[in-house]
C-alpha cells in the first residue's frame, strides 16, 4: 500500500549531480580520462560550445559530428574527444539505486528526466561500466536526445505530464540546475534544487521525500 500523500503521485529525478556523480568540468573529465587538451578554446568560445552541446544533447548532430567540431576548436584528436567525453559521466551515487527501488515497493511513481545524449546514455545502461545505473527500475526514463527538447523547454515537461498522465501538482521534480527546476515550477510542478556541491545528495533527497510525507 502507497505511504504517499494524495498531492505526490510521481517523483521524477534529474541524473548527473543528482542520482548519478559527474564531472565538474571538461577540465576534470579530461584529468579523469588521462588525455591532455587544451580546453581554453571552447571557454573562449563559450556560445558555440554550448550550442554544439544543446544540438547533441537534443539530436541535432551525431557524437562524431560533435567531437570533429570540438577537436576542430581544440586542437585535439577527435579520439581524445571521446576519452574526455566518456569520462564525464562517473559513478551513480551511493544508496541512489536502493532510493528507487524504495519509492517503487511504495507503489509511487519514478521517472528521470535528463538532459544528455547517446553515448553517455549507452554508458548509463552498460552493464559493468563505472557510470552503470539500473534505469530499467525507474518506470519512465526521459532523456533528452531521445525525445528531441531539453530542459529549461516547456515542450519536455509537457511531454512528461502526457507520457505518464500525471498532473503537474502531482509531480515532485528534484533538478540541480535553477533554470530548469523554475521551468518544472512554472507549469505547477512540486520543485526542490539539489545543490550541486554535495558530495553525495541521496541522503538530502530522502529528507525532502519525508517532508512531503513520501517515507515515514
Given at each position: 500500500?502507497?505511504?504517499?500523500?494524495?498531492?505526490?503521485?510521481l517523483v521524477v529525478f534529474d541524473l548527473g549531480r543528482v542520482l548519478i556523480r559527474i564531472c565538474d568540468d571538461w577540465?576534470?573529465?579530461?584529468?579523469?580520462?588521462?588525455?591532455?587538451?587544451?580546453?581554453?578554446?571552447?571557454?573562449?568560445?563559450?556560445?558555440?560550445?554550448?550550442?554544439?552541446?544543446?544540438?547533441?544533447?537534443?539530436?541535432?548532430?551525431?557524437?562524431?559530428?560533435?567531437?570533429?567540431?570540438?577537436?576542430?576548436?581544440?586542437?585535439?584528436?577527435?579520439?581524445?574527444?571521446?576519452?574526455?567525453?566518456?569520462?564525464?559521466?562517473?559513478?551513480?551515487?551511493?544508496?541512489?539505486?536502493?532510493?528507487?527501488?524504495?519509492?517503487?515497493?511504495?507503489?509511487?511513481?519514478?521517472?528521470?528526466?535528463?538532459?544528455?545524449?547517446?553515448?553517455?546514455?549507452?554508458?548509463?545502461?552498460?552493464?559493468?561500466?563505472?557510470?552503470?545505473?539500473?534505469?530499467?527500475?525507474?518506470?519512465?526514463?526521459?532523456?533528452?536526445?531521445?525525445?528531441r527538447f531539453r530542459k529549461p523547454d516547456e515542450a519536455i515537461y509537457a511531454h512528461v505530464e502526457k507520457e505518464t498522465?500525471?498532473?503537474?501538482?502531482?509531480?515532485?521534480?528534484?533538478?540541480?540546475?535553477?533554470?530548469?527546476?523554475?521551468?518544472?515550477?512554472?507549469?505547477?510542478?512540486?520543485?526542490?534544487?539539489?545543490?550541486?556541491?554535495?558530495?553525495?545528495p541521496v541522503p538530502h533527497l530522502r529528507a525532502v521525500l519525508r517532508d512531503h510525507g513520501l517515507f515515514r
Open positions: 500500500m502507497s505511504t504517499a500523500t494524495p498531492d505526490v503521485r577540465r576534470h573529465a579530461c584529468r579523469c580520462a588521462g588525455v591532455e587538451i587544451n580546453v581554453s578554446p571552447l571557454l573562449a568560445n563559450a556560445a558555440k560550445f554550448k550550442q554544439l552541446s544543446n544540438a547533441i544533447e537534443v539530436g541535432q548532430i551525431s557524437f562524431e559530428e560533435f567531437a570533429q567540431s570540438i577537436a576542430e576548436m581544440t586542437g585535439a584528436s577527435p579520439g581524445q574527444i571521446r576519452c574526455a567525453f566518456e569520462a564525464y559521466t562517473r559513478e551513480p551515487y551511493a544508496g541512489a539505486a536502493d532510493l528507487i527501488d524504495e519509492l517503487n515497493a511504495a507503489e509511487i511513481g519514478t521517472a528521470c528526466l535528463s538532459n544528455t545524449n547517446e553515448p553517455h546514455w549507452g554508458l548509463l545502461s552498460k552493464p559493468g561500466h563505472l557510470s552503470y545505473f539500473p534505469l530499467n527500475r525507474l518506470k519512465h526514463r526521459f532523456a533528452s536526445h531521445l525525445v498522465g500525471a498532473s503537474p501538482r502531482s509531480i515532485l521534480f528534484f533538478d540541480d540546475v535553477a533554470e530548469n527546476v523554475d521551468a518544472a515550477a512554472r507549469r505547477g510542478w512540486r520543485v526542490h534544487r539539489v545543490d550541486p556541491k554535495l558530495d553525495n
